[in-house]
Nanobody
Framework: QVQLAESGGGLVQAGGSLRLSCAVS????????MGWFRQTPGKEREFLAA????????LYADSVKGRFTISGDSAKNTVFLQMNSLKPEDTAVYYC???????????????WGQGTQVTVSS
């Protein structure tokens, strides 16, 4: 079983930055692809970004392209989401996800972390 643990959320002012981390308990074929989603109350989970451990493939949602950067440290089994130029509408619970062969933009990834709250004040 794969476990994902997010950290790095918190309160930040608009225009600020945060870096989220996702520690992966163990890497298997089930974690070939890693990604991030977010969710606000009453809304469906929104895809943000995905990456392979080699870093040769990345994918971003249009809503965060140019502001958010996904990266991975395979030696530490950790994936990061660097978030810059944050806006109040970025306020959400952010989830780390893993899947061997995901439908990237669909919230059907196999493994999910517990989530970390990000709040952006205006």
């Amino acid at each position: 079983q794969v476990q994902l643990a997010e950290s790095g959320g918190g309160l930040v002012q608009a225009g600020g930055s945060l870096r989220l981390s996702c520690a992966v308990s163990r890497r298997t074929g089930s974690t070939d692809y890693m990604g991030w989603f977010r969710q606000t109350p009453g809304k469906e989970r929104e895809f943000l970004a995905a990456i392979t451990w080699t870093g040769t493939y990345t994918l971003y949602a249009d809503s965060v392209k140019g502001r958010f950067t996904i990266s991975g440290d395979s030696a530490k089994n950790t994936v990061f989401l660097q978030m810059n130029s944050l806006k109040p509408e970025d306020t959400a619970v952010y989830y780390c996800v893993a899947d061997p062969n995901p439908q990237f933009r669909s919230p059907t990834w196999e493994y999910w972390g517990q989530g970390t709250q990000v709040t952006v004040s205006s």
